[in-house]
């Protein structure tokens, strides 16, 4: 749900960063490794996506710390060298998977998605609920049939929701794994994307607020 792109090559970075922007990930970027570190302690990513040729510190001690520290993070390796020799390294040093430059972008999308499952509680691809039906893979939702045209963000908050199975979900969390580092928690972004969310629920109304709290399905 939550990803960091590690990457010394800026264009390349925001390149990767949009792709999964639009499969739907809130993805953050940076440049360089001791960049990379700062981020990863401050945030809970899913999954970091992570060049090894790093500037300042180098991809494969932001690896080693991730290790050391039992980060839940899932570490995807990305870099120029795709020798057998490297891959085996990469692995060795706590890398989850390892994809080689060039890659072909679906490819990286897919591997991400399933770094992400493994980085979670075990999950079904399908989940249902009342009704409403969310095919994480296929990127559709449905309520009682009917197709429901949701954004990425208001994908990524109902998705969350029905994960919980019922408990309720603190604004916190929602802002945490479902936005980037870029927004504010001070603008109203989780209420004004559950306003839109539960519209396009119709009724009788599935979210319920629970005051103080949070939100449930």
Same mark, same amino acid.
């Given at each position: 749900?939550?990803?960091?792109?590690?990457?010394?090559?800026? @264009?390349?970075?925001?390149?990767?960063?949009?792709?999964?922007? =639009?499969?739907g990930f809130a993805? %953050?970027? @940076?440049?360089?490794? %001791?960049?990379?570190?700062?981020?990863?302690?401050? !945030?809970?990513?899913?999954?970091?996506?992570?060049?090894?040729?790093?500037?300042?510190? !180098?991809?494969? +001690?932001?690896?080693? =710390?991730?290790?050391?520290?039992?980060?839940?993070?899932?570490?995807?390796?990305?870099?120029? *060298?795709?020798?057998?020799?490297? =891959?085996?390294?990469?692995?060795?040093?706590?890398? %989850?998977?390892?994809?080689?430059?060039?890659?072909?972008?679906?490819?990286?999308?897919?591997?991400?998605?399933?770094?992400?499952?493994? *980085?979670?509680? $075990?999950? $079904? $691809?399908?989940? +249902?609920? !009342?009704?409403?039906?969310l095919d994480t893979?296929?990127?559709?939702? !449905?309520?009682?049939? #009917?197709?429901?045209?949701?954004?990425?963000?208001?994908?990524? @908050?109902?998705?969350?929701?029905?994960?919980?199975?019922?408990?309720?979900?603190?604004?916190?969390?929602?802002?945490?794994?479902?936005? %980037?580092?870029?927004?504010?928690?001070?603008?109203?972004?989780?209420?004004?994307?559950? *306003?839109?969310?539960?519209?396009?629920?119709?009724?009788?109304?599935?979210?319920?607020?629970? #005051?103080g709290v949070g939100?449930?399905?």
């Amino acid at each position: 749900m939550r990803v960091l792109v590690a990457e010394d090559e800026e @264009v390349l970075a925001e390149l990767v960063a949009t792709g999964l922007r =639009r499969a739907g990930f809130a993805v %953050d970027t @940076v440049y360089s490794g %001791d960049a990379a570190l700062a981020y990863l302690g401050l !945030h809970d990513y899913d999954v970091v996506v992570l060049d090894r040729d790093l500037p300042r510190v !180098h991809g494969d +001690e932001v690896a080693r =710390r991730l290790v050391a520290d039992a980060s839940r993070t899932r570490i995807l390796m990305l870099t120029a *060298s795709a020798s057998t020799e490297d =891959r085996v390294e990469g692995l060795d040093l706590g890398a %989850d998977d390892y994809l080689g430059k060039p890659f072909e972008f679906p490819e990286l999308v897919s591997r991400v998605r399933a770094l992400r499952r493994r *980085s979670a509680r $075990p999950v $079904p $691809p399908v989940l +249902e609920r !009342h009704g409403l039906r969310l095919d994480t893979v296929r990127r559709t939702a !449905h309520r009682d049939g #009917q197709e429901l045209d949701l954004s990425p963000k208001e994908f990524a @908050v109902l998705q969350i929701l029905l994960e919980a199975d019922g408990a309720t979900v603190s604004a916190e969390e929602l802002l945490e794994r479902a936005w %980037d580092a870029n927004a504010d928690p001070f603008t109203g972004a989780v209420r004004v994307a559950m *306003s839109k969310l539960r519209g396009k629920l119709g009724e009788p109304a599935l979210i319920r607020t629970v #005051q103080g709290v949070g939100y449930a399905l």
